[in-house]
T-cell receptor, first 113, second 113 residues
């Protein structure tokens, strides 16, 4: 079945450091890919998405590129801030399917000043 | 802005009690979902609904039931709460029709004693 694997955390960085959170997927068909973020005490919210190969999603300085050849959708940010501290979830949904999201287990990021 | 409202942020119940978790969305969305979130396990789908009175089991439906009598409201029911149902519960909705970004509520943290 479809699945998402993301790097285990927690990840601790200093402010202005470079961030990468790895995400790979297995899927039948051609999924849409998402990164969701959960700030402390809140629900999840969409950070960015990509719907086809080579698409790049971007938002708030975060980027991720849909790589079909490596079945990956790694999240990157060039310079993290304390306010980026949150849990990040990679997810997929199969196009034309049931609209159910399949989530990775989440990666907790802590950014220290 | 889409708003998904969960009726309680925190609940404490006793083993064996019947528990109702309520979720309301205000954007006429077709699809609604209930997840539970546990450390190290990420989000797991309990039940979802495509339409009023329609429901489908997710990955972990045992011990839960749902009700969708009106389009905007999706209730999760624990018929007889057990300690292993202590968790964070998240509700989400999507518009349907291929617009598959999920909008989440803030979550209900349930403790079963």
């Amino acid at each position: 079945g479809n699945s998402v694997t993301q790097m285990e955390g927690p990840v601790t960085l200093s402010e202005e450091a470079f961030l990468t959170i790895n995400c790979t997927y297995t899927a039948t068909g051609y999924p849409s890919l998402f990164w969701y973020v959960q700030y402390p005490g809140e629900g999840l919210q969409l950070l960015l998405k990509a719907t086809k190969a080579d698409d790049k999603g971007s938002n708030k300085g975060f980027e991720a590129t849909y790589r079909k050849e490596t079945t990956s959708f790694h999240l990157e940010k060039g310079s993290v801030q304390v306010s980026d501290s949150a849990v990040y979830f990679c997810a997929q949904i199969t196009q034309g399917g049931s609209e159910k999201l399949v989530f990775g287990k989440g990666t907790k990021l802590t950014v220290n000043p | 802005d889409v708003k998904v409202t969960q009726s309680s942020r925190y609940l404490v119940k006793r083993t064996g009690e019947k528990v109702f978790l309520e979720c309301v969305q205000d954007m006429d969305h077709e699809n609604m979902f209930w997840y539970r979130q546990d450390p190290g396990l990420g989000l797991r789908l309990i039940y979802f609904s495509y339409d009023v009175k329609m429901k489908e089991k997710g990955d972990i439906p045992e011990g839960y039931s749902v009700s969708r009598e009106k389009k905007e409201r999706f209730s999760l029911i624990l018929e007889s709460a057990s300690t292993n149902q202590t968790s964070m519960y998240l509700c989400a909705s999507t518009p349907g029709g291929g617009k598959n970004i999920q909008y989440f509520g803030a979550g209900t943290r349930l403790s079963v004693l």
